[in-house]
């Protein structure tokens, strides 16, 4: 299993630009995430899917669209890219088994991104 | 929302000593919480995680505790090594990990 993929690795980016990050998982997962992390805040939640259709908001959804049309990918659009996005983007999966609910979330090896 | 907060933000030991790292959290309701390591330009890797029907977990030389009344939870690492240096991030989820507020991050560096 190639695990949770990220493309590209690497963005630049100009004020207003419009673009969309890969993200796909081969393992079966039912939820999805998209992080963000900046220096000295940690990772924070833009948005998390449950299941195919299923999406909902995290911590700063603010600029940011997903949509969940398949249970292995999971893009994330900037719709009009600033300054104030440049950060590096991590996708996450994870999963449940049994009936402990134990579940375990797989980064994905991050996205760079670039808004001048 | 759920407020995580770590610390403390850097912490240097000599090898083979212990290293403890704290994190409190707001929301009583929270009840999964995990521990991750990140390495400098890798991604975050989980290393333990506990959830709120336990007090203490513990695997080879890492050990986590949760205190759930006074709302705090910890990482301890005994016989410290090199390979231990890293940022580390602790987070609380409700139900589920793909929904969690982490912690700011603690830079652990250990010395010869």
């Known amino acids: 299993n190639a695990g949770v993929t990220q493309t590209p690795k690497f963005q630049v980016l100009k004020t207003g630009q419009s673009m969309t990050l890969q993200c796909a998982q081969d393992m079966n997962h039912e939820y999805m995430s998209w992080y963000r992390q900046d220096p000295g805040m940690g990772l924070r939640l833009i948005h998390y899917s449950v299941g195919a259709g299923i999406t909902d908001q995290g911590e700063v959804p603010n600029g940011y669209n997903v949509s969940r049309s398949t249970t292995e990918d999971f893009p994330l659009r900037l719709l009009s890219a600033a300054p104030s996005q440049t950060s590096v983007y991590f996708c996450a999966s994870s999963f449940r088994a049994g009936s402990l609910y134990q579940e375990t979330q797989y980064f994905g090896p991050g996205t760079r991104l670039l808004v001048l | 929302g759920e407020n995580v907060e770590q610390h403390p933000s850097t912490l240097s030991v000599q090898e083979g000593d212990s290293a403890v790292i704290k994190c409190t959290y707001s929301d009583s309701a929270s009840n999964y919480f995990p521990w991750y390591k990140q390495e400098l330009g890798k991604r975050p890797q989980l290393i333990i995680d506990?959830?709120?029907?336990?007090g203490e977990k513990k695997d080879q030389r890492i050990a986590v505790t949760l205190n759930k009344t006074a709302k705090h939870f910890s990482l301890h690492i005994t016989e410290t090594q090199p390979e231990d240096s890293a940022v580390y991030f602790c987070a609380a989820g409700l139900g589920t990990a793909s929904k969690l507020t982490f912690g700011t991050g603690t830079r652990l560096q250990v010395t010869l």
């Open positions: 506990i959830r709120s029907n336990v």
